[in-house]
């Protein structure tokens, strides 16, 4: 039967091109972040590629002998290097040998700053990847009335929790901007203004690149999802055994 609208008429048909239009924007949404992907991934790869392939030495080269140059060969050189340089600087000689590169890299003023400046950035990134937000939550920003989304990092400790208002725990939250969240700002809420969601944090940092337009289930549309999808999974299971 054909849909029928609110008032109880039939809806009009859609034409053969906005059907064409609905199928390729929702093929797009698909298609687009995949061919994306890949691509920056093999943009890498062929980039790390054509730096470091050309100092391996041809009896080490694999393409030497098959005749055709291998994908990632590259990469995979690099990632041995760094593990291998990794290795080593952990026992006493390696330290002194990084000790006494970095005492001559300081002789060097603009070299120097440049290499403090790209140290500083390299540690940066890796300390932020070891660790994570615990929460995303919800704080009254920019006034009250309003709300924003923040990430929850720590319970606010040393002279900032001792300088708050007597007898109320402080919470250390990053406030990210849109659509970049890596930028933001840094906040110390108290506990009692700080409302805790049950979206996870990359749910959370999902919703704020995309503006608002991606929003994550509720927790009732979760269970009803998981309620829906039992019957099929035990269906399936049921097939197999």
Known sequence: MAARNAKGRKAPRRGFWQRMRGNFLTGLVVVAPTLLTIYLIWTVITFVDGKIVPWVPAAYNPSTYIGVDIPGFGVLVFILFTAVVGYLTKNLFG????HLAEDWVERMPIVRSIYNALKQIVETVLSQSQTSFKQACLIEYPRKGLWAIAFISTETRGEIAEAAPAGEPMLSVFLPTTPNPTSGFLLFVPRSQVVILD????????LVISAGLVSPPTAQERAAAARRAAPRTAARRGGKG
């Open 95 to 98: 330290r002194q040998l990084v």
């Open 199 to 206: 979206m996870t944090v990359e749910e959370a940092a999902k």
